[in-house]
């Protein structure tokens, strides 16, 4: 799969998670690896990339049973990012179901 | 494998990432385990879903690299960048040098072969001169060496400088709330402001184009027909304040679309009254290109790949440089004058009192009116100064391997030997200097 491609999506379904509420790590990679054959480990990296661009701050919260865990949340900045990538990724996507049918 | 093998083997594969990286990978590792475990999971089924650690390993460094590649690189890779091409230029000189000394067993070879009845002289008057040849040859790297990487050095400090301080300015900016930074939503700038005697202007990307204002006031203008994600990865910020504007255009993230890399606006357009006697101009990979402007005082220009052009620019002090682009200056009028690159050729034409024009791989070509001082330095490209409306130059001049050329009005001396030499009054004095490439003096 083009790289740049692979990248584009995962973060619109990492961001897409997070915008009706803050999540942790393996809420977030559990959903998705559920619906795709994707290695968890690469989700932690989006995560980690998503935070450095300031898209998703996290913070740590205790949990009920165990140590604290991390949670992501989405800034200002990744809702708007989100809402383009979305935008780009449904004009894409009609785009292709016009040409190869649906 | 069990967590605790995976765990141990995955700390040991990031271990060349730095303890930022590694620790948060850990950590989140470790919480993925813990979670996984309370939901019911087998460490194995843990493992097989987190992936292999040679696959995260790969990501990692092709995130890197994505970093540090064109689009994406950093003013913190500057000097990183500086030292890479420094380390580039290195091998190609010490293949040069490889190369020379093939020359010489190619010369001992043949000589072998030739087998005269004077032969045993013979090679003793050449292994003598060869000796020498070598000697100073291993000097001269030496010194290019030292002064290569005061160069680098030099270039990330003026780029640091020029950096530093235009930070402050935002600084103090943002503290008072005047921050005139445009909105994501809002990338096109059109600004103007008046009573500025000094200006700024520092782009990733963007070239830098500085034309004469008409009308007194400084002019900011950079149309940026961007798509929604572009406006989301450059930030344009601008402002004015004691006499002093700036202008940065910089990318603020790696976002990335989905087929292609974001690229950002390609010019910062800028408008000089002739209040303004200061400017500092900095770009990476942008050119910087003045046309028809006259300042009072200095000019600092520096970029890492794009070219400097220069014309018809009068300034009191010009300092210029850069990494690997080229610098022209036609018909620039100057006090002091100094123009230097690593890979890219210099060329100068214009009304110099003091120049200093210097490349290490690329040629040198100075012509200039009225200098009292001119300095055309080189290592591998061929050095050549022409002076008009003088009485005369005294010149250092040296070559290693190529021809040293001197003309003074009818006079033609060629193929001479390094040294000094003065013609006529000897009023001006000249420094033209190669190791490798040819040395030409004209006037």
Known sequence: MNAQFKKGALELCVLSMLTDGDRYGYELTDAISEKMEIASGTLYLVLRRLKEENLVTTYLRESENGPARKYYHLTDEGRNYQGQLKSDWLGFVRAVAGIVGE | MNRQEYMDALSKALESFGSDIKDEIISDYEEHFNDGLANGKTEEQIIAELGSIEDLVRELKDLKDDNTSDNGRSFENFEKEAKKTFDDFSKAFASFIGSMAAGVTNGAQKFTDSASGYASNMADSLSGSFGKAAESFGKAADAFADKSVQFAKDVAESYKNNRNESTCERKCDAEKGEDNSADAEDIVMSVSYSDVNEISVETDCADIIVEPSEDGCVHFDCDYDATPSQKLAYRIEYGCEDGKAYAYIKKKSSVSSFFKKITGPEAIYVKLPGSVDKVKLASLSGDVELSD???????????????????????????????????????????????????????????????????????????????????????????????????????????????????????????????????????????????????????
């Open chain 2, 293 to 443: 402007v006259t300042l009072d005082k200095r000019a600092d220009i520096s970029t890492m790949s794009g070219d400097v052009i220069l014309n018809n620019l009068s300034v009191r002090d010009i300092y210029a440089s850069t990494m690997s682009g080229d610098v022209d200056a036609v018909n620039l009028t100057s006090g002091i004058a100094e123009l230097k690159t690593m890979s890219g050729d210099v060329e100068i034409d214009g009304n110099v009192i003091n120049v200093n024009t210097q490349s290490t791989s690329g040629d040198v070509k100075a012509k200039i009116a009225g200098a009292r001082k001119v300095k055309t330095v080189s290592v591998s490209g061929d050095v050549n100064a022409v002076l008009e409306g003088i009485d005369g130059y005294s010149a250092t001049v040296d070559t290693k391997s190529g021809d040293i050329n001197l003309y003074f009005g009818a006079e033609s001396h060629e193929d001479v030997k390094r040294g000094s030499y003065t013609f006529g009054t000897g009023a001006c004095e000249v420094t033209a200097t190669s190791v490798s490439g040819d040395v030409v003096v004209e006037a």
